[in-house]
């Protein structure tokens, strides 16, 4: 297909709300459903999304039954859209059904995702930090906002858009770090001062945060966003910031917040672009707001009654959630996890084992096994 601006090109944007143009037109994508299966076609573009997937998205756990019949619709909706013209049942381009689901084939550089992700690659790949910092700025750039903002927040809390928020987490992370190592912070406030404002409860983005504004020259807004960070950590979740984090207002206070070149000895090369070993995040985005099992949670934060954080449990601390399905146990192990995310600075996994997907068999223990490795 044509992405060149031509009048019959098409592009698309999921870094943000979502939208589709046609040349220079937009395009109206219809009802909050049918653009939410636009974001979620995009999110994987070349690929079959299968329908029992779909409907997961779209309604959880528990679809009506008309929700296929729904989808059908939708779908019709959107080949339309995409093809003016087209005939009721004609399949068209760029749509199509197969393999138990659709995939939209359209190019991946038509879409502001693929075309971060390849950004991101290029950044990755290269041995000079400044283009490197080219890269990840330009990719960091395409972001409008949550990834499919706009979309219902039953969509929006799936694992497969959080997936795509914690990449984006993840990058900017690593464009800081590169920033602060070669010295020009000013070049990633930005899209740090952007993320941050949107994730105030992350301590490693509130850190990088704080030691960029200090390093670019900024201690009095250093020292503020610290502040802000603290006490909204304090208000919504009850705790104090970790070690990551106060060690980041302790260096703003002393002047020192670029990090120390990487040696050969460190690294077994010269090279200037050492991209910095990532801690996993995989934690799913915590509901916008939580309410009820108030019991339950207390009882699990009684795992770890040493919340500051300097102690920890004598023994491993292994712990399930049971109960039938629907009832939130997700959810509630999933806000339980970022309340006491701190005290794993390490990183956090995730493995979806798939106990109640409509679309997929139950993930096998040996295969939930490889992939936490």
């Given amino acids: 297909m044509l992405t060149d601006g031509s009048p019959d090109s098409l592009r698309f944007a999921v870094l943000g709300p979502v939208r589709a143009w046609r040349g220079d037109t937009e395009l109206a994508l219809g009802p909050p459903q049918q653009r939410s299966l636009l974001a979620l076609l995009l999110l994987r573009v070349g690929?079959?999304?299968?329908?029992?997937?779909?409907?997961?998205?779209?309604?959880?756990?528990?679809?009506?039954?008309?929700?296929?019949?729904?989808?059908?619709?939708?779908?019709?909706?959107?080949?339309?859209?995409?093809?003016?013209?087209?005939?009721?049942?004609?399949?068209?381009?760029?749509?199509?059904?197969?393999?138990?689901?659709?995939?939209?084939?359209?190019?991946?550089?038509?879409?502001?995702?693929?075309?971060?992700?390849?950004?991101?690659?290029?950044?990755?790949?290269?041995?000079?930090?400044?283009?490197?910092?080219?890269?990840?700025?330009?990719?960091?750039?395409?972001?409008?906002?949550?990834?499919?903002?706009?979309?219902?927040?039953?969509?929006?809390?799936?694992?497969?858009?959080?997936?795509?928020?914690?990449?984006?987490?993840?990058?900017?992370?690593?464009?800081?770090?590169?920033?602060?190592?070669?010295?020009?912070?000013?070049?990633?406030?930005?899209?740090?001062?952007?993320?941050?404002?949107?994730?105030?409860?992350?301590?490693?983005?509130?850190?990088?945060?704080?030691?960029?504004?200090?390093?670019?020259?900024?201690?009095?807004?250093?020292?503020?966003?610290?502040q802000q960070a603290r006490s909204r950590l304090a208000d919504d979740l009850g705790i104090d910031p970790g070690p990551e984090l106060r060690d980041a207002q302790t260096r703003v206070l002393r002047q020192h917040t670029r990090p120390e070149p990487p040696t050969e000895s460190d690294t077994g090369s010269a090279s200037v672009h050492a991209v910095p070993l990532t801690r996993p995040a995989e934690l799913p985005a915590d509901l916008p707001t939580f309410t009820g099992r108030r019991a339950e949670l207390d009882r699990l934060l009684s795992l770890f009654p040493d919340d500051d954080g300097t102690h920890s449990p004598t023994a491993l601390v292994i712990n399930a959630i049971s109960g039938m399905a629907g009832i939130g146990k997700t959810a509630l192990a999933v806000h339980w996890a970022h309340h006491i995310a701190h005290r794993f600075p390490d990183g956090q996994l995730y493995v979806d084992l798939r106990g109640f997907d409509p679309s997929a068999a139950a993930m096998s223990p040996a295969a939930s096994s490889r992939h936490s490795a």
């Fill in 47 to 226: 690929q079959p999304v299968p329908l029992g997937e779909i409907l997961t998205v779209l309604w959880g756990p528990s679809p009506p039954d008309t929700a296929a019949n729904v989808v059908h619709r939708h779908v019709g909706g959107l080949r339309r859209l995409l093809e003016p013209g087209l005939a009721t049942r004609d399949s068209g381009r760029w749509l199509s059904r197969g393999a138990g689901g659709y995939r939209l084939d359209v190019d991946a550089a038509s879409v502001d995702l693929h075309r971060f992700r390849a950004l991101v690659e290029q950044a990755r790949a290269g041995s000079d930090a400044e283009q490197a910092l080219v890269h990840y700025r330009a990719g960091l750039a395409l972001r409008q906002g949550p990834t499919a903002a706009g979309a219902p927040d039953e969509v929006l809390t799936h694992p497969v858009f959080a997936a795509v928020e914690r990449e984006y987490l993840v990058v900017v992370r690593e464009a800081a770090d590169l920033a602060l190592r070669s010295g020009v912070p000013e070049q990633v406030l930005a899209p740090l001062r952007h993320a941050a404002g949107q994730y105030g409860l992350d301590e490693p983005l509130q850190a990088r945060l704080v030691l960029a504004l200090g390093a670019a020259g900024h201690q009095a807004e250093a020292l503020a966003a610290y």
